[in-house]
C-alpha cells in the first residue's frame, strides 16, 4: 500500500494541474449498450484526497489508468484475484473508462468476459484520483478498455479464480495484454514489465 500511496503522490506532483489537458478531449462519453444496471458498481470521486474502500486484499486491487506523454495505460495490465473481490480502477492522470469488451457495451463489438458475467463500464472520468470500482463474481479472463484510447491500445487483462472464456487463447482486437497463466502466475504484471 505504501508503493501505491509514493506512485500516486508522484502522478500528481508531476501532473500539477495541467491534468484536465493531458487525457482525451473526446466530448463524447460513449453509451452504456442499453445493459442492466450493475448494482456492485460505484463510482466516487475522491479528488486524489479520499479513503477507498474496497473489498478484497485492501486496496491492493488497483488499477491505475495513467496518460503519460503519448501513452495511455491500465497499470497493472494483468491482474489476478479471486471470485467475489473487488477492483478499484482510479484515475492517476488523463480522462479514462474501464470498460468490458462485451458487446453492446460502449463501442465494444466482441465479447470477451466469461459467459454469464456481469458487464461494467466506469463511462469515461476525468477528474485525477476519481474511482470506479467493480466487483467480479465470474470466474475467468476478462479483458476491457479505455473509450477514448482503444484505438490507441489502452487494454487490459484480469483474471477471476482461474483462466476461461472467450479471451483465452487471443488478443483483444485492439492491443495486447499478457497470457492469463502469466497473470495467474505472477498475481499482476505492470504495464512497464510488459510493454519494456
Known amino acids: 500500500m505504501e508503493r501505491r500511496q509514493v506512485l500516486k503522490s508522484a502522478g500528481i506532483l508531476a501532473t500539477g494541474g495541467v491534468t484536465s489537458l493531458a487525457g482525451c478531449s473526446s466530448s463524447g462519453n460513449g453509451d452504456s449498450g442499453g445493459g442492466e444496471p450493475n448494482t456492485t458498481d460505484t463510482e466516487e470521486t475522491t479528488g486524489g484526497s479520499g479513503e477507498e474502500t474496497t473489498e478484497g486484499?485492501?486496496?491492493s486491487n488497483t488499477v491505475m489508468m495513467v496518460t503519460e506523454g503519448s501513452e495511455y495505460y491500465f497499470d497493472p495490465i494483468g491482474l489476478f484475484?479471486?471470485?467475489g473481490e473487488t477492483v478499484t480502477f482510479e484515475i492517476q492522470s488523463g480522462s479514462h473508462s474501464a470498460t468490458a469488451y462485451k458487446e453492446g457495451t460502449s463501442s465494444a463489438s466482441?465479447?470477451?468476459i466469461p459467459e454469464g458475467a456481469e458487464t461494467f463500464n466506469s463511462e469515461i472520468l476525468s477528474e485525477q484520483g476519481a474511482t470506479y470500482e467493480h466487483t467480479f463474481e465470474t470466474t475467468g479472463t476478462y479483458d476491457y478498455f479505455c473509450i477514448p484510447h482503444k484505438t490507441l491500445g489502452m487494454v487490459g487483462r484480469?483474471?477471476?479464480?482461474?483462466p476461461g472464456g472467450p479471451a483465452e487463447g487471443s488478443m483483444p482486437p485492439d492491443g495486447d495484454v499478457p497470457e492469463s497463466q502469466t497473470i495467474v502466475d505472477q498475481g499482476s504484471?505492470?504495464?512497464?514489465s510488459f510493454s519494456g
Not at 504484471?189 to 512497464?192: A, L, P, T
Open 189 to 192: 504484471v505492470s504495464y512497464s
Open 57 to 59: 486484499s485492501g486496496g
Open 81 to 83: 484475484i479471486e471470485s
Open 158 to 162: 484480469i483474471v477471476v479464480g482461474e
Open 110 to 112: 466482441v465479447n470477451r
